[in-house]
C-alpha cells in the first residue's frame, strides 16, 4: 500500500510547484509541498535504505522548488507562515541535502521575536518545537514536554464529544510529541499512555465508521508512534484502508478536505487535492509499520475502570418512584418498572417496594387488555420484580398464564418472543425446557461480536448530536448486554449520560418552558437512562475475568485467542 501511494504521488509531483499554480490554489500548493516533503524526509529517517525510485522522484521535486528565492525568501516575508517553509528544510536536512543559506533564512526569522513567539494553540506549538528540531535551529522556547499538560490529549476527553478538528489535534499532539515514534516523552503526571490507547483505538471504530480515511490513517500512525504492534483495531484500520485505496494507489479524502474556493478548478486538479493528503497518511502508516527504526513498546497497562453508577441510579430511581405514583396506571406502570429494574441493579430493591406493592393493589382486577398493552417487556420485568419484592397481582398472573399457554403451544419460537419467552421461564409460567425451541441465531449468546460494532458507534454519536437520550440509552443498553458496557466508546456515552441528571434525580434537558413538555420528555428519558444503566451496572459487578472474556480479552490485559 505504501509503494502504490507514493507512486500515485509522484506521477502528480508537477503539482506541487507554487510557480505553476493560480493565484487562489498557491496556499494549498504550498501546504501539499510540505506533506510531501516530510513524508519523504521520515522516510530517509526511518529507513535506512538511501531513497530511490518514487521517493528519490519527489525529493529531487522538492529540492527544485525549495532551492529557487521565491520560495525560501518568503519566510522573511510572511513569519506567520514559517512552519509552511521551515518543515521542507527540514525534510531536506534530513536527506542529506543541507541548504545554508535556506537555514539562514530561517534562524533569522526565529530570532527576530515573532515568527516562533505569537501565540499558538498548544498541539500546533508542539508542531513548531518539533521542526525546529528537525531543522537544527536554535531558540529559547519551553521545551515540548512542557506544552503537553495543556493539550486535549493530557484531558482524556469524552471520545464521541469529539469534532475531527479535535481528532486531528490529538493525532499530530502524538505525531510531536513522539517524534513519530523516536521518542518516550516525559508524560505528565497521573497520565496514562494506557488510556491513549484506548482512546485511538474507540476513534478508530468511530471514524471508520463514519468512512473517514484521513482520520482512520492518522489513528493508526499513532499507534504505532506509541509503539503498539498488538492492536485489533489497527488490524481493522488497515482492512479498512486497503478496501477504499484504488488501484492507482490514491486513498480519497473526506468531503470539505480541499476549500470551497477550489471546488471550481479542473477535474485533474480536484481529483488530486482531495485525495493527497489521505494518500500521503496512507503511506506514512505503512512506513512507521515497517520500520526498523520505530521504538517497540509493550501495550501499556490499563486497569478497567467503570463511571459511578450508584448514586445516579439511586436519585433517578426515588424520582421515577414518585413521578409514577401519581401517574394513570397506563403511564406510570413502565416507570414503576424501570425503577424496581434500577434498584435491584444496585441492591435496593426497598426504594422501589412502596410504589410496586401499591401498583399491585391497584391493578388487581386489571383487564388482559391493560397487560397487552404494557407489552411483554413491562408486564414481564413488573412480575419479577413483584416476584422479588414477595407482592403479588393476580390480573398480571393471570395474563401470564395465559401468555405461556400460547407460546406452549407453538412448534418454534419466533425471534421477537426470545425475551419474553425468557421472562416466562424465569418466573416459571414455562418450563426450562421451552429454550430448547428457540432458534440458535435468536439466541442472545449468539448474537454476541465481541468488536464495537460500526452501527452503534455511529448512533452513539448521532444521539448525542441530536440530544436523543431515549436513543443513546437503549444503544448503551444493548451494547452493556452484548458484552460491551466496558467499550470505551459505552463508557464514554454513559458518561454523557449521567452529565445530563438533573438535582431533582431526572435525565434530560428539554429546552422547553412548558412545564408539561419538559415533564413528559424527562419521565420517558429517566426510564430509558434507567435500564440503560442498569444493564450497565450489572456488566460492571460480573467479576474481572469473567468480563475479560464477555469481551474477547485476556485477563492479564491483551486479546485472547478465542
Known amino acids: ?137 536554535e531558540h529559547n522556547l519551553p521545551p515540548m514536554d512542557s506544552v503537553l499538560p495543556f493539550t486535549l490529549l493530557r484531558q482524556n476527553p469524552n471520545v464521541l464529544k469529539l469534532a475531527d478538528r479535535d481528532i486531528y489535534a490529538i493525532t499530530h499532539t502524538l505525531f510531536y510529541a513522539t517524534d513519530f515514534g523516536q521518542r518516550e516523552p516525559a508524560w505528565p503526571c497521573g497520565y496514562n499512555p494506557g488510556r491513549t490507547v484506548e482512546l485511538l483505538e474507540a476513534l478508530l471504530v468511530l471514524s471508520e465508521a463514519r468512512g473517514n480515511a484521513d482520520i482512520v490513517g492518522e489513528l493508526l500512525c499513532c499507534l504505532y508512534c506509541l509503539g503498539i504492534t498488538d492492536s485489533e483495531a489497527a488490524d481493522r484500520a488497515w482492512a479498512f484502508l486497503e478496501a477504499v485505496q484504488e488501484d492507482n494507489g490514491r486513498v480519497n479524502g473526506p468531503t470539505g478536505i480541499i476549500p470551497p474556493g477550489l471546488a471550481n478548478e479542473n477535474a ?128 398480571l398472573e393471570r395474563f401470564l398464564k395465559t401468555t405461556a399457554d400460547v407460546v406452549g403451544s407453538l412448534d418454534r419460537i419466533p425471534a421477537d418472543l426470545v425475551d419474553g419467552v425468557h421472562r416466562l421461564v424465569s418466573l416459571g409460567h414455562l418450563p ?54 466496558h467499550h470505551r466508546l459505552t463508557q464514554d456515552a454513559v458518561a454523557f449520560l449521567i452529565a445530563q441528571q438533573t438535582t431533582t434525580g431526572a435525565f434530560g434537558y428539554p429546552a422547553s418552558d412548558d412545564p408539561t413538555t419538559r415533564q413528559q420528555a424527562q419521565y420517558s428519558w429517566t426510564r430509558s437512562a434507567v435500564t440503560a444503566l442498569a444493564a450497565a451496572r450489572k456488566q460492571a459487578s460480573q467479576p474481572k475475568e469473567q468480563r475479560c472474556r464477555e469481551m474477547g480479552l485476556d485477563p492479564t490485559g491483551g486479546f485472547s485467542d478465542t
Request: glycine fraction near 6%; hydrophobic fraction near 40%.
Open 432 to 485: 426450562p425446557s421451552t429454550a430448547e425451541a428457540i432458534p440458535r441465531q435468536s439466541m442472545r449468546q449468539e448474537q454476541r461480536t465481541y468488536p464495537m460494532h460500526s452501527h452503534a458507534a455511529v448512533s452513539l454519536r448521532e444521539a448525542m448530536e441530536t440530544y436523543h437520550l431515549g436513543r443513546l440509552s437503549a444503544t448503551i443498553r444493548t451494547l452493556a448486554q452484548t458484552g460491551r458496557g
Open 268 to 395: 485533474d486538479f480536484r481529483h488530486w487535492a482531495e485525495g493527497y493528503h489521505t494518500t500521503i497518511v496512507t503511506a506514512l502508516a505503512g512506513l512507521l509499520a515497517r520500520s526498523p527504526r520505530r521504538l517497540a513498546r509493550p501495550r501499556p497497562n490499563l486497569v478497567a475502570t467503570d463511571v459511578p453508577l450508584e448514586t445516579p441510579l439511586r436519585r433517578a430511581v426515588v424520582w421515577l418512584c414518585e413521578y409514577s405514583t401519581l401517574q394513570d396506571p397506563r403511564v406510570g406502570l413502565a416507570g414503576v418498572t424501570a425503577a424496581a429494574i434500577g434498584a435491584a441493579a444496585i441492591q435496593q430493591c426497598h426504594l422501589a417496594r412502596p410504589a410496586l406493592e401499591r401498583y399491585a393493589g391497584h391493578l388487581a382486577d386489571a383487564e388482559p387488555d391493560f397487560w397487552q398493552e404494557q407489552g411483554m417487556e413491562v408486564a414481564g420485568e413488573f412480575a419479577l420484580a413483584l416476584r422479588a419484592s414477595g407482592a403479588n397481582c393476580p390480573s
Open 1 to 137: 500500500m505504501e509503494d502504490q501511494a507514493v507512486a500515485w504521488l509522484a506521477a502528480r509531483r508537477d503539482l506541487l510547484d507554487p510557480r505553476h499554480a493560480k493565484p487562489n490554489c498557491v496556499l494549498f500548493t504550498r501546504k501539499a509541498l510540505i506533506e510531501t516533503a516530510f513524508l519523504v524526509g521520515l522516510r530517509a529517517r526511518l529507513d535506512d535504505a538511501p531513497l530511490d525510485g518514487d521517493y528519490s522522484a519527489l525529493l529531487e521535486q522538492i529540492a527544485d522548488i525549495a532551492s529557487q528565492p521565491s520560495y525560501r525568501e518568503m519566510i522573511a516575508r510572511d513569519e506567520q507562515a514559517l512552519l509552511l517553509y521551515a518543515g521542507t528544510y527540514a525534510a531536506l536536512r534530513l536527506c542529506g541535502r543541507e541548504d545554508t543559506e535556506f537555514r539562514r533564512i530561517i534562524q533569522q526569522a526565529v530570532d527576530g521575536g515573532y515568527a516562533a513567539s505569537f501565540e499558538r494553540v498548544p498541539y500546533r506549538q508542539l508542531d513548531l518545537l518539533h521542526t525546529l528540531y528537525l531543522c537544527g535551529i
